[in-house]
């Protein structure tokens, strides 16, 4: 086993005007590898939003802010007042990053741009992740990630044909800019560590959302193809590689080489299939894809799931189609190292699905989300306040409502 080393992030602080669900996925496996994520939070809002969503809500806690934001710290910080904004600046002084998640226009209003925080560090990232984008017509739209799934042509490709569009069950466009925003980070950062000299990083859940339409909006931009919604949830052109109905549930099955499909109709008893000239390729039996699918569904429909599962598991790929419970076997999720588990002061025990990578030497210490505004003393402290400046802060504004001492 590797030796424990430092955490690889350890050193890296991030002033994160972040809120809800994208901003915060972005930072969140940020924190996880060691980078101090500051969250700054608008007193005069309550903090972060997800503070406040239910299930699972006590005053300003919830599970869903937990789920985002376990590890970081809290200033709540009111950057419209010049008290607020003075220390605000002083932060900027110390940090690698302001990374956002604000209407497209807010970031310069509020002054946190690279041309506007690079007389107090030339070597900041301002990282913004909005909507639509810092500029056009758009950039003053609010936007969430079931409006991107649909105008970016998600929701058309999800769900049954003869159904309605569908957006995903989770917020993948939140999730996959999130993440986007975070790469923009570490590369501006890297380049700044090299040159000393940070940039904008921006980036939009509408940008994201049409760069991962990938090769459906390659085969429409070169050759007008438009891809379509598919019974079973199936793949657009691998035939088959789509839900099955068995006995008593579903599988998914992806045959996405030759033997497959071949290991596939021998386990099935169905070695006629391979001799059939309408089975013999990927484009044969694409071309022919309803007469293959009424052969294998009916064959599927004969077997319960977990027949199907002894005999193709580790020949063909199939997985069962699982409940959440079923999906969340704390069992499991120990086994795999993704078992986040750690007691709250107000909603107690929180557990959580953990970070899904592994670096050798490292193991991540996750510690709860912080209490709104609860690392102020200790940031202020850090930057060289005093008592009295503090309290000539909180005198002026600086904190909003969140005047009264961290416990």
């Known amino acids: 086993m590797s030796e424990p080393r430092p955490a690889p992030l350890a050193g890296v602080r991030i002033l994160a005007v972040e809120q809800f669900g994208a901003g915060p996925f972005g930072t969140l496996y940020l924190a996880d590898m060691g980078a101090e994520v500051i969250k700054i939070e608008d007193p005069a809002a309550g903090g972060d939003v997800a503070r406040y969503v239910p299930p699972g809500q006590r005053g300003a806690d919830s599970l869903f802010f937990e789920t985002f934001n376990r590890g970081k710290r809290s200033l709540a910080l009111d950057l419209k007042r010049p008290a607020g904004r003075a220390v605000f600046e002083r932060l900027v002084r110390t940090a690698d990053a302001v990374f956002s998640n604000l209407r497209g226009d807010l970031p310069a209003r509020l002054g946190l741009t690279y041309e506007q925080l690079a007389p107090l560090n030339p070597a900041i990232v301002c990282v913004s992740l909005s909507a639509y ?3 056009g017509e758009r950039a003053t739209y609010p936007g969430y990630d079931a409006l991107v799934q649909a105008e970016a042509g998600w929701a058309a490709l999800t769900g049954d044909p003869a159904g309605p569009p569908a957006k995903s069950g989770l917020s993948l466009a939140d999730y996959a800019a999130g993440l986007v925003a975070a790469l923009g980070l570490m590369i501006a950062l890297f380049d700044a560590r090299r040159t000393g000299r940070g940039r904008d990083v921006g980036t939009s859940l509408y940008d994201v959302a049409l760069a991962m339409l990938t090769y459906p909006a390659t085969w429409y931009l070169s050759r007008g193809i438009v891809s379509e919604r598919t019974p079973m949830s199936a793949h657009p052109s691998l035939v088959p590689f789509q839900l099955f109905e068995t006995a008593d549930g579903y599988v998914a099955v992806a045959c996405a080489k030759e033997k497959f499909f071949a290991d596939l109709a021998l386990a099935m008893g169905l070695a006629e299939l391979l001799d059939d000239p309408r089975f013999t390729s990927f484009e044969a039996r694409w071309l022919h894809r309803a007469s293959l699918l ?44 993704l078992l986040v588990e750690y007691e709250h002061p107000t909603l107690g025990l929180v557990r959580q699905v953990g970070t899904p990578f592994i670096l050798s030497g490292f193991q991540p210490d996750h510690a709860p989300g912080p209490r709104l505004g609860a690392d102020r003393d200790a940031i202020l402290a850090e930057l060289g306040y005093s008592a009295a400046e503090i309290q000539a802060l909180v005198e002026a504004g600086a904190f909003g409502q969140q005047a009264a001492p961290s416990a």
């Open 133 to 135: 984008g810092r500029a």
């Open 294 to 337: 009424g052969i294998l569904s009916g064959r599927f429909r004969q077997q319960p799931t977990a027949v199907w599962l002894e005999r193709l598991q580790g020949r063909v790929p199939i997985a069962p189609v699982r409940s959440l419970p079923e999906a969340l076997a704390l069992e499991e999720l120990a086994a795999r190292e």
